[in-house]
C-alpha cells in the first residue's frame, strides 16, 4: 500500500506591517497534478496580480508524503493567519537522520519564506513578480535567504 499524498498549501499576507500565514491541506487524488491542487487550493490565476506558486519542501507525516507549497498573495487573508515565526526551524538532529520526527507548522511556513527571500534574487522567475506586491515582498526579502530548512540563517 503506497502512501497517501497530501498537498499543503502555506498562504501568505502581509497584515499591519507583519508577515503572516495559514495553511489548507487536501490529499492529491489519482489524475491531478500537485501543482493544480495547490493552485486550485490558494485561488491563484493567471489574473492575480503577483500571483506566486513555488513547491518549496516535502515530508513524511503518519502515513502521507505531504508536499508543501508557498503561495501569495493569500486570497483570503482569513482572521486566523498567524505572524511568521522567521526562527522556527525543524532538523533531525543526527548526520544519518535528517528528517525530524514532528515538523511544525511554523517552522514549514519560515522554510518556505525564507527559501522565497532567496528566490527573489535567485530566480528570474520569482524576480519578476517581486514588484507587484512590494509590501509582502519587503517583508520575505528582509529575511536571511536559506535553500534548506534545518541552515541556520546567519544571525538567528
Known sequence: MSPTVVVEVVLLSERNG???????????VDGVHPDDLARRLAGLTLCVPGALLHSTSWRVDQASVVLTYA??????????????????????????????HTVDLDAVAAHACR??????TTDDTVEGVVPL???LWELLCKLP????????PAGL
Open 133 to 135: 506586491l512590494p509590501r
Open 71 to 100: 503561495a501569495l498573495p493569500d486570497r483570503d487573508p482569513a482572521v486566523d493567519a498567524r505572524p511568521v515565526r522567521v526562527d522556527a526551524m525543524s532538523g533531525g538532529g543526527h548526520p544519518l537522520t535528517p528528517s525530524p
Open 145 to 152: 535567504p536559506s535553500p534548506a530548512g534545518s541552515l541556520a
Open 115 to 120: 527559501h522565497l527571500a532567496m528566490l527573489a
Open 18 to 28: 507583519r508577515l503572516c500565514y495559514r495553511d489548507l491541506r487536501e490529499p492529491l
